[in-house]
């Protein structure tokens, strides 16, 4: 399965490059197409959802109501990861307006650093992650490629819900209580 992320900035480049550097194809998709990002496909926007097999959203959150609503025909049977944040809004995903199409909230709790650095005195962060069980085996390897041990915590608006109060701890205690960005989370057992 080919893996298509959206937008090329800090979280999609990160997470293309990771996915490529396991193993696993990657595509990347642009407003503004390149031939590449370190060796990965950089194609234009319609071009790479057409054929797209799962999709990764790693753009402004402010943009993700109308990259739906303007995808979602081409979309509708596509899992889609959404990993964007509507930062300053009061809700910070988009689960009510995917609408048909199977989505997932992951890669949205915790700051690009632990991507790249996933372990903590050799133990996996988890990742904590929503979204309908039919693509589950897929999100989890993709999680898992990363580094990270998957926590799926439900299905549907009220799952993604819970997700944001996790990105807002994590916000709260990196940011606001400055204790670094790369700082993670891990259920026990
Ligand atoms: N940075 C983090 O630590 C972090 C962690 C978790 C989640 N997130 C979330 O992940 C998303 C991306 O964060 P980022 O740090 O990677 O941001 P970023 O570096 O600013 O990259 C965002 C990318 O989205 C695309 N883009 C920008 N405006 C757009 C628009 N109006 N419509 C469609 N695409 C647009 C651009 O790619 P093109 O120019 O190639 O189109 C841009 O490079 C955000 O929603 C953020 O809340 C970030």
């Known amino acids: 399965m080919t893996i298509t992320v959206v937008g090329t900035g800090h979280i999609g480049s990160t997470?293309?490059?990771?996915?490529?550097?396991?193993?696993?194809?990657?595509t990347m998709a642009s407003r503004s197409p390149q031939s590449d990002v370190d060796g990965i496909?950089?194609?234009?926007?319609?071009?790479?959802?057409?054929?797209?097999e799962?999709?990764?959203?790693?753009?402004?959150?402010s943009a993700m109501g109308d990259f739906l609503a303007d995808h979602a025909t081409t979309l509708a049977e596509v899992p889609l990861i959404d990993a964007s944040n509507n930062v300053g809004a009061t809700v910070l995903h988009h689960a009510v307006q995917?609408?048909?199409?199977?989505y997932y909230r992951a890669f949205n709790t915790l700051?690009?650093?632990?991507?790249?650095?996933?372990?903590f005195d050799g133990t996996p962060a988890d990742?904590?992650?929503?979204?309908?069980?039919?693509?589950?085996?897929?999100?989890?390897?993709?999680?898992?490629?990363?580094?990270?041990?998957?926590?799926?915590?439900g299905d549907g608006p009220d799952a993604a819900d819970v997700l944001d109060g996790l990105t807002r701890l994590w916000f709260t205690l990196a940011l606001q209580q400055g204790r670094g960005r790369h700082l993670a989370f891990r259920m026990l057992p």
């Open 111 to 119: 700051g690009v650093e632990n991507f790249r650095e996933p372990r």
């Open 127 to 153: 990742l904590f992650y929503s979204g309908p069980p039919s693509h589950q085996q897929s999100v989890e390897a993709l999680i898992e490629a990363v580094g990270l041990r998957p926590v799926w915590v």
């Open 98 to 102: 995917a609408g048909s199409i199977p």
């Open 41 to 52: 496909p950089v194609l234009r926007l319609d071009e790479a959802l057409s054929s797209a």
């Open 15 to 26: 997470l293309a490059g990771i996915w490529r550097r396991a193993g696993i194809p990657v």
């Open 54 to 61: 799962l999709v990764v959203t790693a753009i402004p959150g």
